[in-house]
């Protein structure tokens, strides 16, 4: 028990740098001193630096998951509304941390997907467990009549991911939160809304 806690720890405080630095431009040793352990103790838990990214990489999708869960458990609300408020919740973060950081997940993309294998693969099986996530929610929406029923929800709840995406990387380069402004806009107002 005691081996996944520090384990679980040490995924938390490497995450904590790597979404600031990066995977590559983070080395070991600053994640065992930010976790508090010594020196050669990190491969009792992971075999090496690429187990722990393709690890990091399941954590923030675990915690993805987790959200979304959360909001689309919400009692007495449109699927719409849960919906806008999941980007709500994490656009609120982002906005906190000043527009450092963004979509782990995506930033791994942009840095290995053409270095690694290995996670390039984790990576396409994360998008594709996110982009379900928004799919239940539209799903939900649909079966509701909030959205038209002629709402392709596979190509929709992709298109969708592909903008959030793109919308967190343009915050970073501008600071501000007009892109999501423009992504609420398009998304709720536009493509979603319900014309039968």
């Known amino acids: 028990m005691k081996t ?14 790597i979404i600031i630095k990066g995977f590559n431009n983070t080395g070991i040793n600053e994640i065992l001193k930010a976790a508090d352990i010594p020196k050669g103790s990190f491969y009792f838990y992971f075999k090496n630096k690429e187990d722990f990214g393709i690890n990091l990489i399941k954590f923030y999708l675990e915690m ?11 009692e007495d609300l449109p699927y719409l509304t849960k919906l806008r408020n999941f980007f709500d919740f994490f656009l609120n973060i982002y906005v906190n941390q000043n527009y450092t950081g963004g979509c782990p997940i995506g930033n791994f993309s942009l840095e290995m997907s053409d270095l690694n294998e290995n996670f390039r693969a984790e990576i396409l099986n994360s998008f594709d467990s996110m982009q379900n996530v928004i799919n239940s929610f539209l799903t939900g929406a649909k079966n509701k009549s909030e959205i038209s029923k002629k709402i392709n929800i596979d190509e929709m709840s992709e298109f969708i991911l592909n903008s959030w995406e793109g919308t967190l990387m343009r915050m970073k380069v501008r600071k501000n939160s007009n892109p999501s402004d423009i992504f609420f806009k398009l998304i709720f107002e536009k493509l979603l809304e319900n014309k039968k």
């Open 4 to 17: 996944s806690i520090k384990r679980q720890e040490i995924l938390e405080k490497g995450a904590e740098i």
């Open 64 to 74: 993805f998951l987790k959200m979304a869960n959360q909001f689309l458990n919400q």
